[in-house]
């Protein structure tokens, strides 16, 4: 080895090193300066940890020739060993692709200790020019936690905290925010999460955005809670990135970028399947989810069960629920009673633990919910009802709704329906969707209140704003009938069946459907008319089957066929259509 090497190496002992592989870019052609990259990124690392060592492209070289290798041979999956071999305490590799004239970079960043993944990041670019351009903020979101980790004199001021460290900060914290917490445990509870977010602890970042969704210990706050989960994504918490991806996909807490969406599903895809890896069950959840939901590619509900199941064997009870759904569904998998009774057994007593314990008021609701809806066996509201009032209590808007409904209907508790309008209103102000259209319900009915069309027409616009696919539907119905008060507004009731429909409500596509026949508040079109049929029909609404009969009986947007045509009768009839089952007579 060369002197001046081992000068360097010595003089780096006392300090974290960082090694920057040779990025892998065998698919983006023979005019890209690699090197140009992974010394872009060393320049951010310096910038960002100036007190950890950032090994420079020569000490690299030299060290792996010493072991027999040369830089080039080190890109792609050996990344963790190399950085082991140059005794480096972080890795950093990349990789640059082209598809077509757009070039993309993504970045990985491992702790070579355990083999954790502590962030990744994206840049993208029409051009060479314009990759250029976003490769530098891409290294800077990369290298992002490194400026929390340790100097050679041990964690920097900024780290230095009341509580101790940050995970103890984290570890005290959550133990205060449990269902039963008074009002000063959880402040308590919020500072601490506080601190050890400041800190670069990423979780701590997520947990704090959970409060300030809620108001819990801190006033309600969708853009603070916001700002946690940018934060605690840019600190590497999968949970984070997840969450701030949904977002952005929906467009309900910030500005609706479905690009930017979709880099941060696949950088929360990484890290929590290596924090799954690692045995976090909750991580596997959400893993499952993105598989599931297709944020990353098509849906992949088999691979989705993979990972709840890993996260129901780490001990997380939703993600057993997760199992037990996918097979009371068939999703990705035959239906299986008795799987489903056997995952849900398994997840209430990991519920009941969490709950009692201190866990994520959630999984009080969520206890609720199994019992309530006898997954477990028989139904038994009267013990999810106290679950319900403890997690609405703590701020959990759907489990006000949950007990609105049960003293709604007197099940399990004695029938209140001036209590339920309470609590349906309590989730309504926290943004429960379902709790909004049930109050719109109890208003346009005279039941716990006086009768008030305008104020349930509001409130089932409202829950249509939360894309509640049943309010979206009422919406629609009484603007195309000029009903409750209101003129009538084809173009507006089109536009909120459609919500409806896209939100999975059958009766929501049948409507549009017949919007798109008879060219009212659409334009006319009568095949997307008997798609929409279609769709209705096979979601078993009857009028949305009689009117696919019709279509086929009288070839309006499809081919004539009468034999098709009395099948949907007989499923139109059977499901309660009255027209149906006249026409299937008069055939007779």
Same mark, same amino acid.
């Given at each position: 080895?060369?002197?001046?090497?081992?000068?360097?190496?010595?003089?780096?002992?006392?300090?974290?090193?960082?090694?920057?592989?040779?990025?892998?870019?065998?698919?983006?052609?023979?005019?890209?300066?690699?090197?140009?990259?992974?010394?872009?990124?060393?320049?951010?690392?310096?910038?960002?940890?100036?007190?950890?060592?950032?090994?420079?492209?020569?000490?690299?070289?030299?060290?792996?020739?010493?072991?027999?290798?040369?830089?080039?041979?080190?890109?792609?999956?050996?990344?963790?060993?190399?950085?082991?071999?140059?005794?480096?305490?972080?890795?950093?590799?990349?990789?640059?692709?082209?598809?077509?004239?757009?070039?993309?970079?993504?970045?990985?960043?491992?702790?070579?200790?355990?083999?954790?993944?502590?962030?990744?990041?994206?840049?993208?670019?029409?051009?060479?020019?314009?990759?250029?351009?976003?490769?530098?903020?891409?290294?800077?979101?990369?290298?992002?936690?490194?400026?929390?980790?340790?100097?050679?004199?041990?964690?920097?001021?900024?780290?230095?905290?009341?509580?101790?460290?940050?995970?103890?900060?984290?570890?005290?914290?959550?133990?205060?925010?449990?269902?039963?917490?008074?009002?000063?445990?959880?402040?308590?509870?919020?500072?601490?999460?506080?601190?050890?977010?400041?800190?670069?602890?990423?979780?701590?970042?997520?947990?704090?955005?959970?409060?300030?969704?809620?108001?819990?210990?801190?006033?309600?706050?969708?853009?603070?809670?916001?700002?946690?989960?940018?934060?605690?994504?840019?600190?590497?918490?999968?949970?984070?990135?997840?969450?701030?991806?949904?977002?952005?996909?929906?467009?309900?807490?910030?500005?609706?970028?479905?690009?930017?969406?979709?880099?941060?599903?696949?950088?929360?895809?990484?890290?929590?399947?290596?924090?799954?890896?690692?045995?976090?069950?909750?991580?596997?959840?959400?893993?499952?989810?993105?598989?599931?939901?297709?944020?990353?590619?098509?849906?992949?509900?088999?691979?989705?069960?993979?990972?709840?199941?890993?996260?129901?064997?780490?001990?997380?009870?939703?993600?057993?629920?997760?199992?037990?759904?996918?097979?009371?569904?068939?999703?990705?998998?035959?239906?299986?009673?008795?799987?489903?009774?056997?995952?849900?057994?398994?997840?209430?007593?990991?519920?009941?633990?969490?709950?009692?314990?201190?866990?994520?008021?959630?999984?009080?609701?969520?206890?609720?919910?199994?019992?309530?809806?006898?997954?477990?066996?028989?139904?038994?509201?009267?013990?999810?009802?106290?679950?319900?009032?403890?997690?609405?209590?703590?701020?959990?808007?759907?489990?006000?709704?949950?007990?609105?409904?049960?003293?709604?209907?007197?099940?399990?508790?004695?029938?209140?329906?001036?209590?339920?309008?309470?609590?349906?209103?309590?989730?309504?102000?926290?943004?429960?969707?379902?709790?909004?259209?049930?109050?719109?319900?109890?208003?346009?009915?005279?039941?716990?209140?006086? /009768?008030?069309?305008? *104020?349930?027409?509001? !409130?089932? +616009? =409202?829950? %249509?704003?939360?894309? $509640?696919?049943? #309010? @979206?539907? &009422?919406?629609?119905?009484?603007?195309?009938?000029?009903?409750?008060?209101?003129?009538?507004?084809?173009?507006?009731?089109?536009?909120?069946?459609?919500?409806?429909?896209?939100?999975?409500?059958?009766?929501?596509?049948?409507?549009?459907?017949?919007?798109?026949?008879?060219?009212?508040?659409?334009? /006319?079109?009568?095949? *997307?008319?008997?798609? !929409?049929? +279609? =769709?209705? %029909?096979?979601?078993? $609404?009857?009028? #949305? @089957?009689? &009117?696919?009969?019709?279509?086929?009986?009288?070839?309006?947007?499809?081919?004539?066929?009468?034999?098709?045509?009395?099948?949907?009768?007989?499923?139109?009839?059977?499901?309660?259509?009255?027209?149906?089952?006249?026409?299937?007579?008069?055939?007779?």
């Amino acid at each position: 080895m060369h002197l001046a090497l081992l000068i360097l190496t010595f003089l780096a002992a006392e300090q974290q090193r960082v090694a920057v592989l040779e990025f892998d870019a065998a698919k983006a052609g023979s005019d890209i300066d690699r090197t140009y990259f992974s010394d872009l990124v060393r320049g951010e690392v310096h910038k960002a940890a100036p007190q950890l060592f950032v090994m420079t492209r020569e000490s690299t070289v030299q060290l792996l020739k010493a072991s027999g290798k040369k830089l080039e041979d080190c890109a792609g999956e050996c990344e963790v060993e190399t950085g082991k071999m140059l005794g480096a305490d972080y890795v950093v590799s990349g990789r640059i692709t082209k598809v077509g004239t757009r070039y993309s970079l993504t970045l990985r960043l491992h702790a070579t200790a355990t083999g954790e993944l502590l962030n990744t990041a994206e840049a993208r670019g029409k051009s060479l020019d314009a990759l250029v351009d976003e490769a530098d903020k891409a290294a800077k979101e990369l290298v992002h936690p490194l400026a929390l980790a340790p100097g050679p004199s041990g964690p920097s001021p900024a780290v230095a905290l009341k509580c101790g460290s940050p995970a103890h900060c984290f570890d005290t914290a959550y133990k205060l925010q449990g269902k039963d917490a008074t009002a000063a445990q959880l402040k308590q509870a919020a500072d601490l999460f506080t601190q050890a977010c400041d800190a670069g602890h990423g979780a701590a970042c997520f947990w704090r955005s959970v409060l300030y969704e809620r108001g819990r210990g801190v006033a309600r706050s969708a853009s603070n809670a916001t700002a946690s989960l940018k934060r605690g994504c840019d600190a590497g918490d999968g949970s984070s990135c997840y969450f701030l991806a949904e977002s952005y996909r929906t467009g309900e807490t910030l500005e609706r970028d479905e690009p930017r969406a979709a880099t941060l599903y696949r950088k929360a895809s990484d890290l929590l399947r290596a924090s799954c890896a690692g045995g976090n069950g909750r991580d596997c959840r959400f893993a499952g989810h993105i598989l599931e939901e297709g944020r990353t590619g098509e849906p992949d509900a088999p691979q989705a069960l993979t990972f709840y199941a890993r996260g129901c064997d780490a001990g997380e009870g939703h993600a057993c629920f997760q199992v037990a759904r996918l097979y009371r569904a068939g999703r990705g998998v035959a239906k299986d009673p008795e799987k489903v009774a056997a995952f849900a057994a398994k997840a209430a007593p990991l519920y009941q633990k969490s709950c009692d314990g201190g866990g994520p008021i959630d999984d009080c609701h969520r206890l609720g919910v199994l019992l309530d809806d006898g997954w477990t066996g028989e139904e038994q509201p009267s013990r999810a009802a106290p679950l319900y009032g403890a997690a609405c209590e703590a701020g959990l808007a759907v489990s006000c709704t949950r007990l609105g409904y049960l003293y709604a209907k007197g099940s399990g508790l004695e029938k209140d329906e001036a209590r339920a309008a309470q609590l349906f209103h309590q989730a309504c102000e926290g943004d429960d969707a379902t709790g909004c259209f049930n109050l719109g319900n109890l208003y346009a009915n005279g039941r716990g209140m006086e /009768k008030d069309d305008a *104020r349930a027409v509001q !409130l089932y +616009q =409202k829950a %249509c704003d939360g894309n $509640d696919a049943t #309010g @979206c539907y &009422n919406v629609g119905f009484i603007y195309s009938r000029a009903i409750m008060g209101v003129q009538k507004d084809e173009p507006r009731a089109a536009q909120s069946f459609k919500k409806s429909c896209d939100g999975g409500d059958a009766s929501g596509c049948n409507e549009l459907a017949v919007f798109y026949r008879n060219g009212t508040g659409l334009p /006319k079109d009568e095949g *997307r008319a008997a798609q !929409l049929f +279609q =769709k209705a %029909c096979a979601a078993d $609404d009857a009028n #949305g @089957c009689a &009117n696919l009969g019709e279509a086929y009986q009288y070839g309006i947007g499809v081919q004539k066929d009468e034999p098709r045509a009395m099948e949907l009768f007989k499923k139109a009839c059977g499901g309660g259509n009255k027209k149906a089952c006249d026409d299937l007579a008069a055939k007779q």
